[in-house]
Structure formats: C-alpha cells, structure tokens
C-alpha cells in the first residue's frame, strides 16, 4: 500500500533562510506524489507535483522539491522564506489502482519568524 | 467560476443530532471525495464517488453516509452525531482521467463541526 511520512510536524524558520520539509514515500509502484498547501482557514490547493518525467519539480511561489528514487524521498525546498509562506503543507501520493485515491501526510506547519 | 462550494461554514450539534453537509462543483468533475482533517492526523478519506450514482468507502466511512445523485452535488450526512466527529470537513473534486490527475484535487474551503 502507498503512503507518505512527513518528518517533522512544526518547522519554524527565520524570514530569508532555507525552507526544507521533509516527505518520505512507500509506494508498490512507481510513485506519482504531490505537495499541497493550506494557508490559514483555507481550502488545500496544489503546489506541485511528480509524475516521473523531471526529478526535480519546480512549483508556484519559489517552491520546488527533488524526488530522489533512493532515499524514498520527496522533500520540499524554498532558498528564501517569506512571511506569506507560513502554512501548512502536506505531502501526497496516489493510491494507484481503479480508483487512484490521494493518500496524505501527516501535515508540516511552516513558521516564519521575522 | 465558484469551484468547490462547501456549507455550512460552522456547525454545532449535539450528540445524537443529525446534519448533513453540502458539496457543489461547478467544474463537470466526474470524482468527488469528503476527507475530514484532524491536528496530527492529517487527511483522512471519508467516502468517494467516481460518477452520479457510485459511492465507496474511504479510510474512515464509519458514522458518514453518502450520495451522488447528480454528478455536481455530493453530500456527507451524518445520521447521528458523536464527539468523535468533531472535525474540518473538506470536499475536495477532480477530473476521473488517470493516475496524474488523480492526484489534482480541487478542495472546497472547508466545513468546521463541532459535536457537544
């Protein structure tokens, strides 16, 4: 069965540091795997996705992350944190099959501190 | 162009009450799901429906039933409300075309329940 493990349920980071959320998968098949973000009383809404085409996937608002087949790893990245991206961010994976169901993570609250 | 519309916003129940939450697109979306978010946990599938008049059980159906008797509305009824289900409820639809896709998901903004 597939899943998705987020290390790290609170990461707080200074306004222009390194962002890294970290998402390790298990799939059966080859993963398709996502990333998606909840900014406060909001809806989810995508942030980027892998689809086995290009290892590293660029997404909106700096965002990108680097699926690496080795480490079962799928982590998110940003060089710059800004105030705006404090929110919560959660790692996806398709099931696969008939119904091809989105399976999610446990969550990363992000924190930007100024 | 609406999306995913979700009501009510807020609800409060007490035990034992039933309500059922709403869930429209816009979109022509064949696949429509109910996940509830809970802290810690993440998003839990409820139930899915891949077409007007097909449902399935999701990875916590238990307490929830549903139906899909058009292909823009999908309903979360719950028959008799516990403090357990105390929750953000989010529908959330896609297109039914294939793996990528399937990961697309279009969510409405939610549905805060709170069961006294």
């Known amino acids: 069965a597939q899943s998705v493990t987020q290390l790290g349920s609170h990461v707080s980071v200074s306004e222009g540091a390194l962002v890294l959320l970290r998402c390790n998968y298990s799939?059966?098949?080859?993963?398709?795997l996502f990333w998606y973000v909840q900014y406060p009383n909001q809806g989810l809404q995508l942030l980027l996705k892998?689809?086995?085409?290009?290892?590293l996937v660029k997404g909106i608002n700096g965002f990108e992350a680097e699926f690496k087949k080795s480490e079962t790893s799928f982590h998110l990245t940003k060089p710059s944190a800004h105030m705006s991206d404090a929110a919560e961010y959660f790692c996806?994976?398709?099931?696969?099959?008939?119904?091809?169901?989105?399976?999610f993570g446990t969550g990363t609250l992000l924190a930007v501190q100024p | 162009n609406a999306g995913v519309t979700q009501t009510p916003k807020f609800q409060v129940l007490k035990t034992g009450q039933s309500m059922t939450l709403q869930c429209a697109q816009d979109?022509?979306?064949?696949?429509m799901s109910w996940y509830r978010q809970d802290p810690g946990m993440g998003l839990r599938l409820i139930h899915y429906?891949?077409?007007?008049?097909?449902?399935d059980q999701g990875e916590v159906p238990n307490g929830y039933n549903v139906s899909r008797s058009t292909t823009e509305d999908f309903p979360l009824r719950l028959l008799s409300a516990a403090p357990s289900q105390t929750s953000v409820y989010f529908c959330?639809?896609?297109?039914?075309?294939?793996?990528?896709?399937?990961?697309?998901?279009?969510f409405g903004e939610g549905s805060r329940l709170t069961v006294l």
């Open positions: 996806a994976v398709t099931s696969g099959g008939a119904t091809n169901k989105l399976i």
């Open positions: 799939s059966s098949v080859p993963p398709y």
């Open positions: 892998y689809t086995s085409a290009a290892t």
């Open positions: 429906s891949v077409g007007a008049g097909i449902t």
């Open positions: 979109m022509n979306h064949e696949y």
């Open positions: 959330a639809s896609r297109p039914n075309r294939g793996r990528v896709k399937a990961g697309e998901l279009f």
